[in-house]
């Protein structure tokens, strides 16, 4: 079993900056894939950036040039440093990763989620 456990979020004024965290523990043999989501109210989760184990990124048009994804491997998180912030950025953050686990194969998990509320 994989679990994720994400911090950092929370209450900030429009332009100001935040930073997520999200460490993963458990039977992992390798990460592939880590990334954050978000899911605003009443609307589905939409990707907001990702990174693969070599280092590719891959953001959300809206969040380029202000959000920056980030992982260390050796300690099995992924950050996403959130500059620039909008009210349009409030939303439930979710950590997700893929990778191999010890013994049963391939796995894709999803943290519970961190609240950040940007006010204008």
Request: charge should be neutral; hydrophobic fraction near 30%.
């Amino acid at each position: 079993q994989v679990q994720l456990e994400e911090s950092g979020g929370g209450l900030v004024q429009a332009g100001g900056s935040l930073g997520l965290s999200c460490r993963a523990s458990g039977n992992v043999l390798s990460f592939d894939t880590m990334g954050w989501y978000r899911r605003h109210p009443w609307e589905q989760r939409e990707l907001v950036a990702t990174i693969t184990e070599g280092g590719v990124t891959n953001y959300k048009d809206s969040v380029k040039g202000r959000f920056t994804i980030s992982r260390d491997n050796a300690k099995n998180t992924v950050y996403l440093q959130m500059n620039s912030l909008k009210p349009e950025d409030t939303g439930i953050y979710y950590c997700s990763a893929t990778g191999e686990t010890f013994g049963f194969g391939a796995f894709e998990t999803w943290g519970r989620g961190t609240q950040v509320t940007v006010s204008s």
